[in-house]
T-cell receptor
């Protein structure tokens, strides 16, 4: 059974700190990896996608992928209270197929 | 960026009635659309995969006769919850794919 595991949290960090979110996946055939942010009562919003090993940076966000360890992470630098949300890790085997979601990690950034 | 809309954003209906939810990709053509359901404090659960012009593929445990999906065009998919019951109350979210997936804003269904 294909699974995506995340620590549910909550992860609490002070404003300005680095938040580190982690995710592991079970299917070695997974090809695409995504991080979504979901505010309470809203639908998920795509933050980052990553397809190859290594780091990918976009503004304050850095996604890291290690296929050998079946591990993907998201770093949020200079965390802001507005970053407080649930972060969902998702993977799929190929483009156009359904995403498999983790249960999400709740991040709380205190001012 | 890619925009996906859903209508209605929320709906309250009585037990036994049917509700239709529309999902539209506004600025791109989506060969595949997905329907998810999310209960409070839980992650998204895939209900079905919908390809334009063909029958939807339902996940195990999802009743295809209860959750009717129609994908009539490359920009529109509909989900009809038939004979709704209170346990069908949930947040229904569609996503459209042109490679990456983009989510609609969701529809909150409450069945009384």
């Amino acid at each position: 059974q294909k699974e995506v595991e995340q620590n549910s949290g909550p992860l609490s960090v002070p404003e300005g700190a680095i938040a580190s979110l982690n995710c592991t996946y079970s299917d070695r055939g997974s090809q695409s990896f995504f991080w979504y942010r979901q505010y309470s009562g809203k639908s998920p919003e795509l933050i980052m996608s990553i397809y190859s090993n290594g780091d990918k940076e976009d503004g304050r966000f850095t996604a890291q992928l290690n296929k050998a360890s079946q591990y993907v992470s998201l770093l949020i630098r200079d965390s802001q209270p507005s970053d407080s949300a649930t972060y969902l890790c998702a993977v799929n085997l190929q483009a156009g197929t359904a995403l498999i979601f983790g249960k999400g990690t709740t991040l709380s950034v205190s001012s | 960026g890619a925009v996906v809309s859903q209508h209605p954003s929320w709906v309250i209906c009585k037990s036994g009635t049917s509700v239709k939810i529309e999902c539209r990709s506004l600025d791109f053509q989506a060969t595949t659309m997905f329907w998810y359901r999310q209960f409070p404090k839980q992650s998204l659960m895939l209900m079905a995969t919908s390809n334009e012009g063909s029958k939807a593929t339902y996940e195990q445990g999802v009743e295809k006769d209860k959750f009717l999906i129609n994908h009539a065009s490359l920009t529109l998919s509909t989900l009809t919850v038939t004979s709704a019951h209170p346990e069908d109350s949930s947040f229904y979210i569609c996503s459209a794919s042109s490679g990456e997936q983009y989510f609609g804003p969701g529809t909150r269904l409450t069945v009384t």
